[in-house]
Every structure is written in C-alpha cells, then in structure tokens.
C-alpha cells in the first residue's frame, strides 16, 4: 500500500468519520460511509492524489453515498417497529439544533454541515456534492428557512431589561 495513503488515513480519519456522523446522525452509519469512501479513495488513489485533492474527493464520496444510501432506504418500508429506547449516540444540542438538522432532506442537511461545520466555500460545497453553487445556495437557503421556522428564535428567549 502507498505510504502517502496510509499517512492520509492516519491524519484524516477522525475527520472524516466525524463528517460522517454529521452526515448520517449516527455512528454505525458514519463508520460505514467513511470505511466504503476510503475503499474508494484507495482504488483511485494513483490518480487522486495527483489531480485531486484527496480530503475533498472522500467528502464527495461520502457525500453521494449518504444521498444514496438515504435514496435506497427511503423506498425500502419496515413492517415492524424499533422499540423505544433511549439515544446516547446524538451529539449535546442547544435548542433542539441536532434534531432540527436532523429533521432537513438529505442534500439541505449536506450543504448546512459543509458549510458551517466543515466552513467551506460555496464552491468548495459545489465540487463536493457534484452540484452548481447556484443549487449550493438554494439547498442552504430553503435549509436556512426551514430551521428558522423549528428552532425558537434566540432573542425571544428572554426580556431586555
């Protein structure tokens, strides 16, 4: 194995699986799309890593696969009930934020985590997902909206006195 792609999944794995995580709102699902994207990356690896940048293609990756996955999981139906059990694996949220997010379509709660946890560009956000940054802005935008619309407003929280 080329020792430049092992040095990549040194430092970059637990970013990658956090990226996940953000992507699929928990952790076995998070595991699985980071282990399949560097499966990928390491089949395109020689090419990758010379035209590419090779964080930016595993968030691609990871990205389209969670739309994906979502697509497939949508159409399948469950003719029996998860039991109710209590969710450790959710991070701590401050007013409702995780499960609003949570609550988004797939490619809306994409465009928020690359933009806001990941902080990158529109166009950087563009090249991940594999869409025009016109669509990059309307995915935040609507996202934007819709989150306004669930979480409670900050300044109405308290008085000013």
Do not use: C
Not at 121 to 150: N, P
């Amino acid at each position: 194995m080329d020792e430049r792609f092992e040095d990549f999944v040194a430092e970059r794995a637990d970013a990658l699986l956090r990226y996940g995580y953000l992507l699929s709102g928990n952790p076995h699902d998070a595991a699985d799309l980071t282990q399949e994207a560097l499966v990928r990356l390491h089949r395109a690896w020689p090419r990758v890593r010379q035209k590419q940048a090779p964080e930016a293609y595993t968030r691609m990756i990871m990205a389209r696969l969670h739309i994906r996955t979502w697509r497939l999981r949508r159409r399948e139906r469950l003719d029996w009930a998860l039991p109710d059990t209590a969710r450790t694996d959710r991070p701590p949220s401050d007013d409702g934020l995780w499960p609003a997010l949570a609550g988004l379509p797939k490619k809306q709660r994409a465009v928020l985590v690359l933009r806001y946890y990941e902080d990158l560009s529109d166009e950087e956000i563009a090249a991940v997902l594999g869409v025009s940054r016109g669509t990059v802005r309307s995915h935040a935008s609507l996202g934007l909206a819709k989150l306004r619309t669930i979480l409670p407003n900050p300044t109405a929280k308290g008085s000013a006195t």
